[in-house]
T-cell receptor, first 114, second 112 residues
Framework: AQSVSQHNHHVILSEAASLELGCNYS??????LFWYVQYPGQHLQLLLK??????LVKGIKGFEAEFIKSKFSFNLRKPSVQWSDTAEYFC????????????FGSGTRLLVRP | DTAVSQTPKYLVTQMGNDKSIKCEQN?????MYWYKQDSKKFLKIMFS???????INETVPNRFSPKSPDKAHLNLHINSLELGDSAVYFC???????????FGAGTRLSVL
């Protein structure tokens, strides 16, 4: 079945540590890929997106993600996290195979300890 | 100015009641959505309207009825509320369907 998988459900890091959150999808054909962040009690905000071109995309707040087509992956990275990055992170895929419904992964809860 | 605004922000009600959530976007987008986020934070599409026409209707109970009076508004009416309807409901909008979505702040519905 078509799906979006986020393997890390909970991640705990200390400030200044590096972050990598995994995202894999199972759709064929053209995909548009997104990472959203949801701070506690708030709505989803777009961190970054990939449609085409350079597979390494940079987003807001120092985040970046790399699209590796052969691995069906779109992992999110940040070289040095801050306490304010504590939030839930969602990977999402929009694909013609899914009628462009924007399917979300189950989310990764990140806790950054000061 | 809030781009996607939904009201109310909180809704507490008894089982069996009927309630509505309103959503408006001022981005000029042609497509609007309702998503449900359950207690485990899982987000699932419920409905999508493009220029007031229903284009996505997931397996949602008939008790849920979206209404789009114009392309800037998408309201959600829920009849005979059940305990399992408790969740956060997010409205979203986009221009076309291939890109990302702009989300509203959410409506936290608690059914007692």
């Amino acid at each position: 079945a078509q799906s979006v998988s986020q393997h890390n459900h909970h991640v705990i890091l200390s400030e200044a540590a590096s972050l990598e959150l995994g995202c894999n999808y199972s759709y064929g054909g053209t995909v548009n890929l997104f990472w959203y962040v949801q701070y506690p009690g708030q709505h989803l905000q777009l961190l970054l997106k990939y449609f085409s071109g350079d597979p390494l995309v940079k987003g807001i707040k120092g985040f970046e993600a790399e699209f590796i087509k052969s691995k069906f992956s779109f992992n999110l990275r940040k070289p040095s996290v801050q306490w304010s990055d504590t939030a839930e992170y969602f990977c999402a895929v929009n694909a013609r195979d899914s009628s462009y419904k924007l399917i979300f992964g189950s989310g990764t809860r990140l806790l950054v300890r000061p | 100015d809030t781009a996607v605004s939904q009201t109310p922000k909180y809704l507490v009600t008894q089982m069996g009641n009927d309630k509505s959530i309103k959503c408006e976007q001022n981005l000029g987008h042609d497509t609007m959505y309702w998503y449900k986020q359950d207690s485990k934070k899982f987000l699932k599409i419920m409905f999508s309207y493009n220029n007031k026409e229903l284009i996505i209707n997931e397996t949602v109970p008939n008790r849920f009825s979206p209404k789009s009076p114009d392309k800037a508004h998408l309201n959600l009416h829920i009849n005979s509320l059940e305990l399992g309807d408790s969740a956060v409901y997010f409205c979203a909008s986009s221009q076309g369907t291939e890109g990302g979505r702009d989300f509203g702040a959410g409506t936290r519905l608690s059914v007692l």
